[in-house]
T-cell receptor, first 114, second 110 residues
Framework: GAGVSQSPSNKVTEKGKDVELRCDPISGHTALYWYRQRLGQGLEFLIYFQGNSAPDKSGLPSDRFSAERTGESVSTLTIQRTQQEDSAVYLC????????????FGSGTQLSVL | GQNIDQPTEMTATEGAIVQINCTYQTSGFNGLFWYQQHAGEAPTFLSYNVLDGLEEKGRFSSFLSRSKGYSYLLLKELQMKDSASYLCAAISSNTGKLIFGQGTTLQVKP
C-alpha cells in the first residue's frame, strides 16, 4: 500500500482479555517502530525492529506486552491480560532503515480497556 | 540513556513568530527530528537536522547545536491551522532508536 496501515483502528476490550494489534509497514521499509500515546501525552517508545537484527524491546512496559515481525513485513503487537492503564493509542511507524530517514506513521489503534 | 525535554504548552498570536525549544541527551547522536501532530491524528514529518545550523523550509525553520544538545523549531506568520502538538525526537547512533519528547502543544489565537 501507499502508507503504513494499522488495524483495527479502534478496539474496545474487557479487562483481562488479550488483544492483538497489526501493522503493515510501507513495502521495502526495514525499520519498524511501535509507540504508545496516552491522551494528551507524548509518544512512548515500545519496540524497534531493524531488518534481521534482534529487536530492541527496551520500551515494553511489562511481560504482558510482546511484538513480532515477519521478515520485513507485517508486525503484530500483543497485549495479554489487558489492564485499564493499557488504554491508549498505539502507533506504528516505518522507515527505509537508513539512520536519519524520516518515519512514516500509521493512523494508530485506539485501545480502550473497560 | 536518552532524554528529550521541551515545554509542555505555548500560546501565540496569529501572524506572529514562535520558537519551540528542545534539549536532548542521547547515547550517540545521529540526528534530530521535528514532527507535527494535530489532535486525533498521526504525527507528520516537519524537519530533520544532523549538522549544526538552520534549515529553512517555508514558514518553518529548524536549528541544531550538537555541542549544546539543543534544537528549536521556528514558526513564522502563524496561522490558526498551526495549532497542534510539536514533537522533538532524537535518534541514537548507537541503537538506531528514535525517542520522542513529550511534545509542545501550541495554541494559536486570533
Amino acid at each position: 500500500g501507499a502508507g503504513v496501515s494499522q488495524s483495527p483502528s479502534n478496539k474496545v476490550t474487557e479487562k483481562g482479555k488479550d488483544v492483538e494489534l497489526r501493522c503493515d509497514p510501507i513495502s521495502g521499509h526495514t525499520a519498524l517502530y511501535w509507540y504508545r500515546q496516552r491522551l494528551g501525552q507524548g509518544l512512548e517508545f515500545l519496540i524497534y525492529f531493524q531488518g534481521n537484527s534482534a529487536p530492541d524491546k527496551s520500551g515494553l512496559p511489562s511481560d504482558r506486552f510482546s511484538a513480532e515481525r515477519t521478515g520485513e513485513s507485517v508486525s503484530t503487537l500483543t497485549i495479554q491480560r489487558t489492564q485499564q492503564e493499557d488504554s491508549a493509542v498505539y502507533l506504528c511507524a516505518s522507515s527505509p532503515g537508513t539512520q536519519g530517514e524520516k518515519l512514516f506513521f500509521g493512523s494508530g489503534t485506539q485501545l480502550s480497556v473497560l | 540513556g536518552q532524554n528529550i525535554d521541551q515545554p509542555t504548552e505555548m500560546t501565540a498570536t496569529e501572524g506572529a513568530i514562535v520558537q519551540i525549544n528542545c534539549t536532548y541527551q542521547t547515547s550517540g547522536f545521529n540526528g534530530l527530528f521535528w514532527y507535527q501532530q494535530h489532535a486525533g491524528e498521526a504525527p507528520t514529518f516537519l524537519s530533520y537536522n544532523v549538522l549544526d545550523g538552520l534549515e529553512e523550509k517555508g514558514r518553518f525553520s529548524s536549528f541544531l547545536s550538537r555541542s549544546k544538545g539543543y534544537s528549536y523549531l521556528l514558526l513564522k506568520e502563524l496561522q490558526m491551522k498551526d495549532s497542534a502538538s510539536y514533537l522533538c525526537a532524537a535518534i541514537s547512533s548507537n541503537t538506531g532508536k528514535l525517542i520522542f519528547g513529550q511534545g509542545t502543544t501550541l495554541q494559536v489565537k486570533p
